[in-house]
């Protein structure tokens, strides 16, 4: 996917979020689990079986969606009604949303252009998003992804055969052909949708809208496939990281695209149905697509320049609300042991950033949660400035900030919140820093020793190994005289309620002989 158009002289009118991921659009969110997203054009799909007549994969110009829209050949799947299909400042959709139909099989495509240089008549006169196809438009005797494979030693790539004309059409048609199969889909309701033939390519406007509209587009599929063009797949990392699909999981978009996806995928608590297709139509399923630091959207690569702009404010538009979504998901289910671990180990993804703190904190104040985990998560010092704001008043008592990314301002931020804390007892800031100084200190000796006067001889303050055992022996040894301390109140209130249903008993039978008594109780 591509457009040439730079994203900042549309963002104004074309967007309503927040853009560089600071968290400006979000101070006024609702408590809401299910995020909303913008769908500011029509989410447009082409029936399968007309997808297979077409011979290849089409170009969405005025001439042709013209007619597949009279005829039916394209269908406006999803749209947005009485509003703008943009996002309101509290978090809910400016309009309505209308499925055309209800029963439809919505399948992605999700896959790397492959004739990047491919170029006619009518887009040379365009800017240079609109060059390239998502398919080989002439056979190519030796296949310009070789040299590329060979720089990839690791993954045992073969040779690929000569590039195919329309090559990709086939293994689409093939790949869907075989999740019909295996998941006995009714091939009449199978619907596609693929950027070349679904967003409009001769409308820059237009164009702008389908991508910023792309989050809620994937998120209104039920499959996401990848074609290929391998014969088999690597056996790296068991075969299963979408990373390794051989020139896929090295591109921005496409990272993007496996990204919401699998996000959107962990929010609705279900396995990831993304599926990567052979040349043969062999399927290999991905089903816990796993994000890495080092492997976001953003970091990877792009034929055209400008299309960095548009991934990053959607990565981040993802990252806002999926964070948000996760905390209150996770404090509504934690509220019965009054614990939440949003570790990345445990929860997933693991990208709490500031722009979550505020919902985070709604949410463990509305749930009276006590401990918490955000270990491996993305705080860094302005999350921690956020985190340090709300901690002195919140219910929490025992919390886990190792290896967030925290550096002095950060530590200087929470050292004055530990002290101002009501009742926090334990509070883990192992991992973080910025390196330490010669003597070892994480955050310098100055920032460290006010830590530790903060947190005094009242809150187990924990920086290294040594502290995170003696911090977890003493958390034991609460927590088992917090149980007793619980079962013992369970065994008094146990006898006082046996005793006050006596009681209740003996008075029931003088309400009868006397209804005008003073002892008559009131239910």
């Not at 900042?8 to 909303?36: F, K, Q, S, Y």
């Not at 816990?288 to 320049?305: Q, R």
């Not at 703190?357 to 985990?373: G, M, N, P, R």
């Amino acid at each position: 996917m591509g457009c040439g158009q730079s994203l900042i002289d549309v963002a104004e009118n074309l967007t309503g979020i927040d853009i560089d991921g600071n968290g400006a659009v979000g101070g006024h969110l609702e408590m809401r689990e299910e995020p909303e997203f913008e769908l500011s054009t029509p989410m447009v799909v082409v029936p399968f079986n007309t997808f297979k007549a077409n011979g290849r994969i089409l170009k969405s110009l005025k001439p042709y969606r013209d007619e597949a829209f009279k005829d039916g050949k394209l269908i406006e799947y999803a749209k947005v009604v009485n509003g703008t299909g943009k996002i309101k400042p509290n978090g809910s959709l400016d309009g309505k949303l209308e499925l055309s139909k209800q029963d439809l099989i919505t399948i992605f495509i999700s896959h790397r252009w492959w004739d990047v240089h491919y170029g006619t008549k009518s887009t040379k006169n365009l800017n240079n998003g609109d060059r390239g196809a998502p398919d080989w438009m002439q056979t190519i005797g030796k296949h310009p992804f070789n040299d590329e494979r060979k720089a990839q030693p690791w993954l045992d790539l073969a040779a690929l055969p000569p590039a195919e004309k329309n090559i990709k059409w086939k293994i689409i048609c093939a790949g869907v052909e075989s999740l019909i199969e295996a998941k006995g889909l009714d091939p009449e309701k199978v619907v596609l949708w693929v950027d070349w033939m679904c967003i409009y390519q001769d409308d820059q406007v237009e164009k702008l809208r389908g991508i910023m509209s792309l989050i809620k587009v994937a998120t209104l599929c039920d499959y996401m496939l990848v074609p290929t063009e391998e014969e088999a797949f690597s056996t790296f990392n068991g075969g299963k990281s979408v990373e390794d699909i051989p020139g896929y999981g090295v591109r921005g978009w496409c990272r993007l695209e496996n990204f919401i996806f699998s996000l959107w995928s962990e929010l609705k608590n279900r396995e990831v149905a993304l599926y990567a297709v052979t040349r043969n139509g062999k399927l290999q399923h991905h089903p816990k697509v796993k994000i890495f630091k080092g492997g976001m959207p953003h970091s990877g690569d792009f034929f055209h320049l400008n299309d960095s702009g548009h991934v990053v404010m959607l990565e981040n538009t993802m990252i806002e609300k999926y964070g948000k979504s996760k905390a209150i998901m996770e404090c509504k289910k934690g509220a019965d042991e009054r614990k939440v671990d949003l570790s990345r180990s445990v929860a997933g993804a693991g990208m709490i950033r500031a722009v979550h703190i505020d919902t985070l904190f709604k949410a463990l104040q509305t749930y009276k949660i006590e401990t918490l985990s955000l270990q491996d998560n993305e705080l860094g010092d302005k999350g921690a400035a956020s985190f340090a704001k709300l901690l002195p008043n919140s219910t929490l008592t025992d919390v886990n900030l190792s290896q967030n990314g925290i550096g002095k301002e950060g530590g200087l931020a929470l050292a004055a919140a530990i002290k101002k804390s009501k009742k926090l007892q334990v509070i883990d800031l192992s991992n973080n820093g910025e390196g330490g100084d010669e003597n070892g200190k994480l955050f310098g000796e100055e920032i460290e020793e006010k830590l530790r006067q903060a947190a005094g001889d009242r809150v187990d303050l924990v920086l290294n190994v040594m502290e995170q055992l003696k911090a977890a022996t003493r958390t034991r040894t609460r927590s088992s005289a917090a149980e007793t301390s619980k079962s013992s109140f369970k065994e008094l209130n146990r006898s006082d309620t046996k005793n006050l249903k006596r009681s209740n008993t003996k008075d029931l039978k003088s309400e009868t002989a006397a209804p005008n008594s003073l002892d008559t109780f009131m239910f």
